[in-house]
């Protein structure tokens, strides 16, 4: 891989946060991101399996030793010996000739789309066999345009009788094991990326903040803007990166409830506290009923406000003017209730059904009106199930949404 010299000097990391008092010994911004390149490309070499980095064309622009080996397999290179340089080349290179314009075409649409890309073909060897590969791909979006994409790719054998069925979902011959030993290498592979491209983020917010923060030789307001626009969107991408984080721990099962009793009551007025500017900008009344004799629960109290965050966003976003509604009540001694109910811009029937699924928006256009990475609600789905609750959906376009909570007073705790 591409990677700089280890014998250069590496940038020493600063513990002085940028409000103290004394003068920060942050280091450049160019060396926190020599940094966090070459931990990508030292946690690539350690990766299990094939893996590689890919610009939205589909150039392969970092890879690990493992994903070199595909291409050599197919060109009948000799281990090691040919430059990375010769054999980086697109992920397209890696399918065969009679799959190219079907890979091409999806990938198009995964750029569109700005969704998970998976992909199932023949990948051929040099020594005329084939054997079956499946490509799966993240994206990384930066103001609404794909400038990366995270992937691996896994051989797989399958049934004769299934070769119809590649591109598509595919059985695979595993083991109960090894699905799950899949599930776990991709969240871990997720967690990584999301982890370093925190990286680089930091350096930007410190500054950022360091900048307008200064006495001396202060900003002239067109340059104060600027950096208030580096600092609003670096916080919105570093939210992205938490929730990508989130959501790949909660796929794979790393994610744990630590739980400990506390008033949900409270909890709830808390985040609609939170929130309530948000909606005061956009002219939206916060309507809440709180009615439990018992307010007393026992979960995890950060995930829990997490789930309200998801939920109570979301239908602030889509609401353009009028109210939001949260009801919390006791179905039961040890079943409680949440219901957040909006008039906003709602969402088409035969849309409700894909509602909780990871990047998706009711509007999947690039110049769609409404920002976001449509992670929110997915989140939110798998926390519920979590918790070991239950969420449902109504909805009617433009007449509002309706998300309807059901969680036990008393959750067990995981991992």
């Not at 079956?132 to 009788?161: D, M, R, Y």
């Not at 094991?177 to 930007?204: D, V, Y």
């Amino acid at each position: 891989m591409n990677m700089p010299p280890s014998q250069q000097s590496q940038p020493s990391h600063s513990t002085d946060a940028p409000g103290n008092s004394h003068q920060p010994t942050a280091e450049p911004l160019e060396s926190q991101l020599y940094t966090a390149k070459l931990q990508i490309g030292q946690f690539l070499t350690i990766f299990p399996a094939a893996a590689c980095i890919a610009n939205s064309d589909g150039k392969i622009t970092d890879c690990n030793q493992k994903w070199l080996d595909l291409m050599l397999e197919q060109n009948g290179a000799s281990g090691g010996e040919i430059a990375a340089k010769q054999l980086l080349g697109s992920v397209c290179d890696l399918i065969g000739f009679s799959d190219r314009d079907r890979f091409l075409k999806h990938w198009q649409q995964a750029n569109e789309s700005k969704k998970e890309f998976n992909f199932s073909c023949q990948h051929p060897l040099v020594s005329g066999q084939t054997q079956h590969i499946h490509l799966k791909f993240v994206p990384t979006v930066e103001n609404g345009v794909v400038k990366a994409w995270i992937g691996i790719c896994q051989p797989f054998s399958i049934h004769s009788s299934d070769h119809n069925r590649l591109g598509k979902p595919v059985a695979l011959e595993e083991t109960n094991a090894q699905p799950q030993a899949k599930a776990s290498m991709e969240g871990h592979f997720l967690n990584i990326m999301s982890h370093e491209l925190r990286t680089p983020l930091n350096a930007i917010l410190g500054f950022s903040q360091l900048l307008l923060r200064q006495r001396q030789s202060s900003l002239t307001l067109t340059q104060a803007d600027m950096v208030q626009r580096i600092l609003k969107n670096a916080y919105q991408l570093l939210t992205l990166v938490d929730d990508v984080l989130c959501l790949s721990q909660l796929e794979a099962g790393y994610l744990s409830l630590k739980v400990e009793t506390f008033d949900i009551a409270q909890v709830v007025s808390a985040v609609i506290d939170e929130v309530k500017a948000q909606a005061n900008r956009q002219h939206i009344v916060l309507i809440s009923q709180l009615e439990v004799a018992n307010p007393l629960v026992v979960n995890d109290l950060s995930r829990l406000r997490q789930l309200l965050l998801k939920v109570l966003c979301n239908a602030i976003k889509f609401t353009e003017l009028g109210e939001v509604h949260i009801t919390l009540s006791e179905l039961s001694s040890d079943r409680l209730y949440l219901m957040i109910r909006d008039t906003g811009i709602g969402i088409k029937q035969e849309d409700l059904p894909l509602i909780f699924e990871r990047f998706r928006q009711v509007d999947q256009t690039i110049a769609r009106r409404y920002s976001g990475a449509g992670l929110g609600l997915a989140i939110a789905h798998r926390l519920v199930e979590l918790m070991q609750g239950s969420i449902t959906i109504t909805s009617e376009l433009q007449q509002g949404t309706t998300v309807m909570i059901e969680l036990p007073r008393q959750v067990r705790a995981s991992g």
